[in-house]
């Protein structure tokens, strides 16, 4: 079985890997200016995706251009998350160079989508493919590739169910369960089939997430203060996963909040697949504690003159609403801008929490209002991957999806691994 690595390796972003020059896994882009893509389009006998982040599936309709017709196999809650990603870049970006699709491409995804349920065998360019639940976001997946001889394990982006790290076990949650351990939304991988190679994500590999009720308490604690001294928390929020467990926690906890940006239609898309959350009756109290805003008539800024939270996009507070909130609230101490995730660099989030100010909507602006950080990461800390890793001793593990992967893989090694980190463009031999 011959792997290349087209994007993801040693970075995060644009995650592309072709096997045999026949089944591709995932086509993503990174988030850049411009934004970037796999180094090569390839054509296909098949594609597998294993979830719907924009990292993963950016870039999918590219491959239906001209005469391609690929199938896309993926499950229902990724189908769903792709097109809507898709959609809004063409909104935002069609007819330029940072959109590689037009809007026939995506609609010839759906014409070639294939949905499957986890742990439910299908066959895929000559392939019996294998996915599993990753623990990630709804509806993500390890994939597991067999051709007769090798069995591939691909674990795209997970979360492990770890004790350790708090994680609770499986199960229903009561409400107002402010214990609660692990991530609301989805619950942690167990998955561990038998491979001969693994290819493994390490986006985290030197940290260690804080126990999550830790982090859900001082984040409640800290919104609960500021809207009882009378200001506006803005919680910056990814609209896939993050927007909608953000809103679990609010409701949790009892915090007044609005939801705005692309994360509204994302919740609602999350509900019509119960099968692939937690606990669907939980996050319909949360979509029901929760206002959803539609943006009209000034909604916005008299939204942010209230006491309350307000969980909108972009994550990085590179666009959506958040571009309206930041500026209305940013020059009253009493505010409080709560960033629920990993800012990258060169980002107006990042930029926020090093020096005080932020560029938005092309104006450098000081920010008066507190800034907080949170970890409320959906990945595994570096406990998770080596948990996970624990049980593929015996077999070839490739890291990719990382800004460290060759530090990790020299680490595994020196434990005893058979681990390497490929660069982009490298094909190898498992």
């Known amino acids: 079985m011959n792997v290349r690595f087209l994007g993801g390796a040693g970075e995060v972003g644009r995650s592309a890997i072709l096997i045999d020059d026949s089944l591709l896994l995932d086509f993503g882009m990174k988030t850049a200016d411009p934004p970037q893509f796999p180094v090569e389009t390839p054509d296909p ?31 229902p809650p990724t189908r769903e998350l792709t097109l809507t990603l898709a959609r809004d870049t063409l909104k935002l970006h069609g007819g330029t160079y940072d959109c590689p699709f037009t809007e026939e491409e995506v609609r010839r995804v759906t014409q070639v989508s294939e949905t499957h349920g986890y742990r439910d065998p299908f066959e895929a360019a000559g392939y019996e493919i294998t996915l599993y639940d990753a623990g990630h976001i709804p509806g993500s997946a390890h994939v597991l590739i067999d051709d007769g001889e090798t069995r591939l394990f691909y674990t795209g982006d997970f979360h492990t169910a770890s004790h350790r790290s708090g994680e609770a076990a499986p199960g229903r949650t009561s409400r107002g369960d402010r214990s609660f351990r692990g991530q609301r939304l989805v619950p942690g991988t167990t998955a561990r089939p038998d491979a001969d190679a693994v290819i493994c994500e390490s986006t985290y590999s030197d940290v260690a997430h804080e126990a999550r009720s830790a982090v859900e308490e001082r984040f409640a604690e800290s919104v609960k203060t500021t809207i009882w001294e009378g200001g506006t928390v803005v919680v910056p929020a990814f609209a896939i996963g993050r927007t909608q467990e953000m809103l679990m926690i609010c409701e949790a906890y009892d915090i007044p909040c609005y939801v705005d940006g692309m994360g509204t239609d994302v919740t609602e898309m999350v509900r019509r697949h119960a099968g692939f959350v937690r606990d669907a009756d939980a996050l319909k109290r949360a979509t029901s504690h929760a206002r959803f805003v539609t943006g009209r008539d000034g909604q916005r800024k008299r939204i942010a003159d209230e006491n309350t939270a307000i969980v909108t996009t972009s994550g990085m507070l590179s666009g959506g609403p958040a571009m309206t909130y930041i500026p209305e609230i940013r020059d009253r101490p009493v505010n409080k801008i709560a960033m629920t995730g990993y800012q990258v660099e060169g980002t107006p989030g990042r930029e926020l929490l090093e020096t005080g100010s932020a560029e938005i909507d092309g104006r450098v602006m000081p920010v008066a209002a507190q ?29 990719d999806h990382g800004d ?8 595994l090694a020196a434990d005893g691994f058979d681990a390497s980190a490929p660069e982009i463009g490298e094909q190898l031999s498992i």
């Open 45 to 75: 006998d098949a594609v597998v995706v294993s979830h719907g982040h924009l990292d993963h599936v950016g870039a999918i309709p590219t491959l239906l251009s001209g005469d391609r017709r690929p199938p896309i196999h993926w499950t």
């Open 371 to 399: 800034v907080e950080q949170y970890d409320f990461s959906a990945h595994a800390d570096r406990h998770g991957l080596l948990a996970l890793l624990d049980s593929y001793r015996d077999t070839s593990v490739l890291i």
């Open 404 to 411: 460290r992967c060759g530090a990790f893989a020299d680490e």
